[in-house]
């Protein structure tokens, strides 16, 4: 994707759109049907009954406006269990979730619909003509809202949960894995080097915050265009704080040339789950740190997560070394490091799980399993998380025999 079509892919999630969408869609249908009277004979109106649509019209705008107060409130509660119960990071996939913005547009959308239908049927716009388009389009608006508030009923029985929140970032981190090894350098030519410091003419961007999307198409394109080749330095979720590149070039830079290649990079003040796999896993071990934590007190939770973290490590670790395919060939993009994911998502866990015999186990038996299944790379970095692991468990255990059964799982092969 261009940076524009992130942008609006970035703007269609939303709330707001989703629901003026459905809002703007009702006024049309309301205001069209009038246009459309002369073409239905009355016999036919008469027949169907469509006279009763202004009761069902006005059963519609009163019941559609208490059940989307109400599906609000619910949502905002749901936003506070989850923030106090898992992380505030994942309430982020709560707001983008389809399902609730589909229902809280329908909601709305209906009750425009009903309103604007009401307004025009006190005002004789429609005619008997009129009455039966806006009765069909009515009862395709009420079989409508019975579909989706069904599967707002189902939804709002699991939102809020550890476990249903817990299983919405598993998916968006596989989504941004599996993107990620099917795209391990964004396109570009790998950088697998150290290029010295002498050769190279850094670029900054004067925004701070955190790189959320590349632009591999406009980079592209300012590198042929100026007949160079660019380094990026910054990958999607490292912090950009002016002082350090996002990219360089191994010639001076023209300020027009710096300015373009700075605009392909987005910097927003959050991290983005879609380019950067390390954020949701980081999100992962938050949820298990908050699980530890003496107010909440639920370790079932951190090994579940554990497991989690198993699941979505285990295509990366057991990935094989193959030519990517380069797309940009004057953009060189350096690698996803398997340390920099095992670091963000044991170490916080290791660190507030150190007290918990049963989650130091589950620890040890995941790390394990990953250097078993492994590379030799990302088996190098289980057993370094194994010892540190150990080493952090063995300076809270006070039970020897905790001690020692944690100690023998750790040198375990």
Sequence with gaps: ?????????????????????FGVGAVVTAVLAPFFRDYIPDDISRRVGAESVDKILQIIASTMLAVT??????????????????TPRATKLLLEDRTAQNALATFIGSFIFALVGIIALTMNVYGVGGRLILFAVTVLVIAVIVVVLIQWINYLSVVGR??????????VVRGALTERLTHPYLDATPLLDDIPAERCHLIYHDEIGYVQYIDMVALSSVAEAHDVDIYVQALPGKFN?????VAFLLT??????????????????????EQDPRFGLIVLSEIASRAMSPAVNDPGTAIDVIGTGVRLLAPWVQREERTPDIRFERIHVPP?????LFDDFFTPIAR??????????????ALLALSRM???????EANRHRALALKRAMHVLVIDEDRVRLETLAHST
């Design 1 to 21: 994707m261009t940076k524009w079509q992130w942008i609006f892919r970035q703007f269609g999630k939303k709330l707001w759109v989703r629901v003026s969408l």
């Design 374 to 380: 492994g590379n030799p790379q990302a088996r190098a």
């Design 252 to 273: 001076p830079p023209a300020p027009d040339l710096a300015r373009a290649v700075a605009a392909a990079f987005v910097i927003g003040a959050d991290r983005s789950f």
């Design 352 to 365: 507030d799980g150190a007290g918990a015999i049963e989650v130091a186990i589950r620890l040890q038996k």
């Design 241 to 245: 704080d002016t002082s350090g590149p």
């Design 69 to 86: 107060t109400f599906s609000l409130s619910t949502m905002v509660v749901a936003y506070v269990a989850v923030s106090n119960s898992a």
């Design 336 to 340: 996803l490091q398997t340390r920099d």
């Design 162 to 171: 550890v476990a249903e929140t817990v299983g919405k970032v598993e998916v």
